[in-house]
């Protein structure tokens, strides 16, 4: 087995937005991406361009486009995933739908679908109600992949928060929210890759090194 390498930045993936140029969604997404990247990650975003390219995830189909298996393979190599929605009629909009249902090809990896990465959640909703109810269907999609949603989540009510800009929040609050997403993420994916590090030493120094093996050793 190869010994994992844990001093690489961390991989942070984020999928979202909604097909509109001034989407709110996507731009929320980009300030977390941007609290990742300070926390020490790469980053790269799948936006509502590229996921309004993806077609509608057919199963039973074995052929997959350019675009899915772009997709595919950049969650397959992510150490954290950042996924952010609008709520639409009280749930999460079919394009991102659309998207995560493109992951079961992720099914008979030796990681399945999402498993053993953090994934931070974003809705942005006209609305409280929905920014809410949405969160916890969005965290549950991600508990169903076998991801590990990050403590903090981020609903954004697009009534009260503008993003006129790619760079500009008029929320400072609602700034601090995604860039803190961004960093738990980071921050699961360093501590995870670490501890993978670990899994993957040689068995003599792994075992050496816990606290039984100290203890039978000095006996
Ligand atoms: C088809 C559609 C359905 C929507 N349904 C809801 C809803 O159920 N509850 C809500 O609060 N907002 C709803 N909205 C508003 C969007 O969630 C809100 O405008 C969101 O911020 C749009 O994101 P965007 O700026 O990235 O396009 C809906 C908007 C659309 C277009």
Request: aromatic share 6%; charged share 20%.
């Amino acid at each position: 087995m190869t010994r994992f390498d844990h001093h690489r930045r961390p991989l942070v993936i984020g999928i979202g937005g909604t097909t509109r140029a001034a989407s709110s969604t996507e731009r929320a997404l980009s300030f977390a991406l941007r609290g990742a990247e300070a926390a020490g990650a790469n980053t790269r975003l799948f936006g509502g361009t590229f996921l309004h390219s993806l077609p509608h995830y057919a199963p039973e189909q074995p052929n997959r486009t350019d675009e899915q298996l772009e997709l595919i393979e950049a969650v397959r190599h992510a150490d954290a995933l950042i996924i952010a929605t609008p709520g639409y009629h009280g749930g999460v909009s079919g394009l991102v739908k659309n998207a995560l249902d493109t992951l079961e090809e992720l099914r008979a990896d030796e990681r399945p679908y999402l498993d053993g990465r953090a994934v931070g959640c974003i809705v942005t909703a006209y609305g409280w109600q929905a920014a809410g109810s949405v969160l916890t269907s969005l965290r549950s999609i991600v508990h169903a992949l076998r991801g590990w949603p990050t403590p903090f989540g981020a609903g954004i009510n697009t009534l009260e928060t503008r993003f006129d800009s790619v760079d500009t929040c008029s929320d400072p609050k609602v700034i601090d929210q995604l860039a803190t997403v961004g960093q738990q993420a980071a921050q699961f994916a360093l501590a995870f890759n670490a501890h993978r590090a670990t899994q993957t030493e040689p068995l003599g120094s792994a075992v050496a090194s816990t606290p039984t093996a100290r203890l039978l050793h000095a006996v």
